[in-house]
């Protein structure tokens, strides 16, 4: 199974698994009087627009280069996880504005039995990070990496919720805010994931270099390249799943320019061999006047 068709199944769970949690959270909250498990299903509702979102970017992303698009279309994934935290902080913004509402408004305290709804679903959401994530790491997707966050950020609100309603449940009156608070917390932990998906979205669309482990991997395949002596400059840049790669390498400068045409393709085919994840290779054949000296 390729990269893409992997990624794009495990979006398909998270759009299945947050539909079915946003149903149970607004009934459970609706019905146990409980504010904090309604926020989380605020938060689950707009997983499932952003879980597509996602979707989208990885259907789209993985179209191939064309003549408009010389590099693909793999920078679709990154400006998909910008929309991806918009959404977050819309709905970290408005559990905020109702929990604050909330404690200034008497109501009743939540239910003893929403907290076997909270631990069950705690449970299952951690189970779906660690899933999504591993999803993430192996297909190099970074929209797919912020869907798993969104499954830890649902995580964190649920945490959040199931102990303030052991509050209120354990303190009784006066305590029913607890659960509100909780709510309140939850928000704050929401908007700071979006700082840690925003962040590493923004260095790919802005070419930043965070890819040292991936050269030392490169500069060791090509090491094994017949007449290739040693490699210079590795620039690398990702777009979707893909790693373009601009490298020199130094070559015996007493060679044809044939030759050295022949070893840099050698040197490209190789890589893309050994290293799956590689998109475009682009290498800059450098004269080497001491080439016996190696």
Sequence with gaps: MTNAKKAIRITYFSIV??????????????YGNSYAL???????????????????????????????????HGRAEPLITFLVVSFLVL??????????????????????????????????????????????????????????WHHRSDEMTSIAAFIG??????????FESADDWAALVAAAFIIYNCYLIFRPALGEIMDEHLYDDLIVDIRKVADKVEGVIYTEKCLIRKSGMK???DLHASVDANISVR???????????????????????????????FADTR
């Design 259 to 289: 030759e050295g045409h022949e070893i840099a393709h050698r040197l490209v085919d190789t890589l893309k061999d050994e290293i799956p994840q590689l998109g475009q290779v682009l290498i800059h054949v450098e004269p080497n006047e």
């Design 243 to 245: 790693y373009h790669v």
């Design 165 to 174: 309603i052991s509050i209120a449940l354990l303190f009784g009156k006066g």
């Design 38 to 72: 309604i926020a989380d299903a605020m938060e689950s509702t707009t997983d499932i627009f952003s879980s597509a979102l996602v979707l989208f970017a990885l259907v789209y992303s993985n179209r191939p280069a064309d003549k408009n698009h010389p590099y693909g």
């Design 91 to 148: 709905s970290a913004a408005i559990i905020a504005y109702e929990s604050i509402k909330n404690m200034g408004t008497p109501h009743a305290g939540p239910k003893p039995f929403t907290l076997i709804v909270l631990g069950a679903i705690i449970i299952w959401k951690e189970i779906s990070f660690r899933f999504v994530s591993k999803g993430g790491e192996e297909t190099n997707s970074s929209a797919l990496k912020a869907d798993a």
């Design 17 to 30: 698994g947050n539909t079915v949690l946003a149903i149970v959270k607004w009934a459970a909250g609706h």
